[in-house]
């Protein structure tokens, strides 16, 4: 079992930044691949970024390449996404779900093993 916990939405302006993290417990050591996704009221829940096991390997959705970031602090069991450049279009509850073993990050939500609880981001005009 993995534990997932965000942090870090709020309510930010256009233009402005945020930065969401992820602390995860319980069978930390295995390895793992790391995704974002993000829903809006109304809407499918969408893939913003992921990161493979060995934090090489990251693929962006196109609506954010350029603006977030993740990253990964292995010793802390804490994932980031930074969040730079927001527009009220990435208005969302924001999670992060954890694929377990030697893989890469997937677009594909129903591959990850477990998730956060979500943390909302409004982004204000």
């Known amino acids: 079992q993995v534990q997932l916990v965000e942090s870090g939405g709020g309510l930010v302006q256009t233009g402005g930044s945020l930065r969401l993290s992820c602390a995860a417990s319980g069978r930390t050591r295995s390895p793992y691949a790391v995704g974002w996704f993000r829903q809006a009221p109304g809407k499918e829940r969408e893939f913003v970024v992921g990161?493979?096991?060995?934090?090489?390997?990251?693929n962006y959705a196109d609506s954010v390449k350029g603006r977030f970031t993740i990253s990964r602090d292995s010793a802390k069991n804490t994932m980031y996404l930074q969040m730079n450049s927001l527009r009220p279009g990435d208005t969302a509850d924001y999670y992060c779900a954890v694929r377990l073993g030697i893989v890469a990050a997937t677009t594909q939500r129903h591959q990850y093993d477990y998730w956060g609880q979500g943390t909302q981001v409004i982004v204000s005009s």
């Open positions: 990161m493979d096991w060995s934090g090489v390997s990251t």
